[in-house]
């Protein structure tokens, strides 16, 4: 993925710094659309820091029936917004304690220095209870077949099986509780 293929993403981040104002731009989208890779490519560019919402899936104390039921619930949107989007807002230097999926337990805190643009990516970024934290937001889709692909050559057949069985269907329940793509800025295919 060529970041000069985002030319007109660029030209709208690059429009917010021009004002001199503090872009906190979100990166949601499907499982294995680019997202990360995305981010990592910004970050490059424009030396921005990025936050992974992979670091707030639900602790297992908090993975009730409830909570998986909701779309877009097996996040920790509530600690996210307090850890990352309240110090965002405000300006400053912060930390938050990324979820370690393997430890089941939340790891050594991470300090951000906000500069003039701030990423946030992955999936359920944009939940509504989110969106008002951001400047800019960018939707990266990709069709089932390279998805697929992509799934299998990251992550191997098994994990394959169940992100067909878990976590794609849980994307697609968000993605249909919440217009997401259609309140992004901008909308990318890689």
């Not at 805190?109 to 800019?136: D, K, M, N, Q, S």
Request: charged residues 25%.
């Amino acid at each position: 993925m060529m970041l000069e293929k985002y030319d007109p993403l660029n030209a709208v981040i690059d429009a917010h710094m021009a004002r001199g104002e503090i872009t906190v731009l979100a990166i949601d989208g499907m499982a294995a659309s680019g997202k990360t890779t995305l981010a990592g490519m910004l970050s490059e560019r424009y030396g921005a820091p990025v936050v992974h919402m992979d670091d707030f899936f639900l602790r297992p104390s908090q993975r009730t029936p409830e909570r998986l039921a909701e779309p877009g619930g097996n996040v920790d949107r509530e600690r996210f917004a307090q850890e990352v989007l309240g110090p965002l807002a405000a300006g400053g230097a912060f930390s938050y304690r990324p979820y370690d999926c393997h430890a089941q337990a939340l790891a050594a805190p991470v300090r951000v220095t906000p500069t003039p643009v701030c990423l946030i990516e992955g999936a359920y970024c944009l939940h509504p209870a989110l969106r008002a934290g951001y400047a800019l937001r960018v939707f990266v889709r990709v069709d089932a077949q390279t998805q697929r692909a992509r799934i299998l050559e990251r992550n191997g057949a098994r994990m394959l099986r169940r992100f067909e069985a878990e976590w794609i269907p849980m994307e697609n329940a968000y993605f249909r509780a919440f217009p997401v793509e259609e309140g992004c800025d901008v909308i990318l295919a890689p």
